[in-house]
């Protein structure tokens, strides 16, 4: 009975999705069986060449994970949710199989009805022809993707390094912030977006006390003629504590409250990961959540409230 194959292409890339492959060879020897290896080691044309072929011929599936996606689940549950993915793709196919193979030492599959037809092997898409189709797949489909990406985002040069962490693409990324396809729990990008993952995010013990110092610092905004569009403004990436307009110019201002002045001021706290990640949630905010002010320079600003009255130390604009 046949093997059904697995592995998986795009672990580690800065940018893109995670893409799994699965392979249920034909039955019958092929003349290009013997061509199969790990998709690393073959030209872009001969992979090309093959994966027409094996798409052609076998029972396939692939199991996409986009960027966004991959953030909130990590990389552990991605993998796995994506392999479940390709595999549920080859089981629409009704195409029979009497072992899984996955590439590695991780058994994605466990927990599942099929585990007990699973093993790992390390280096599979090398030894294991059923996981060298299934690496050669995935492979050309995530470049055929990244390829077609680099037409939205030529700056980036995705067509290149496929979203890998070249140093072309982290110039980029510091040069031309961070797109849609970027994974934000990835460094660079992690410290560029202030990226922090829900499910591992704890709590501040502050939250109240930091809505209360908002809401001050918001009124005396307003008291100087701002008018305040949104307040505690929260993204999966990002968090803007104030927004506010006056004289056709948008603020973006970082509230800090501290017990006692004695800690240090707000502007104390705005170190340059911190203004960078500012920046970040200033150009995004314009770029994606308030066209009207989508060509305007934002204005960052940091607020400093102390003591158990409230008081409001100083507001002041940065400046690079």
Known sequence: MPILGIDEVGRGPLAGPLVVGAVI??????DWFK????????TAKKREA???KILESSATGLGWIPAEELDKLGISKALELATHRAVKSVQSLHAPFSEIIIDGKVNFLRG???EKYTTTCIKADD???????ASIIAKVARDNYMIELATKHPEYGFDKHVGYGTKSHVEAIYKYGLTPEHRKSFEPCKSLSGF???KSASPKNTTNKGHKAESIV???LTSQGHTV???NHKTFYYEIDIISVKDNQIYFTEVKYRNNPAQGSGLDAITPKKLTQMHFAATSYLKYQNSKFRHHDPLLAVASVSGADYHLDTWQPLTD
């Open 25 to 30: 060879l034909p039955s019958e020897e092929e």
């Open 35 to 42: 061509d199969l290896k790990d998709s690393k080691k073959l």
């Open 50 to 52: 093959l994966s027409a």
């Open 112 to 114: 599942t009805s099929l």
């Open 127 to 133: 030894k294991i022809r059923e996981v060298s189709a």
């Open 196 to 198: 922090v993952n829900e």
């Open 218 to 220: 918001a009124d005396y």
């Open 229 to 231: 569009i949104e307040m």
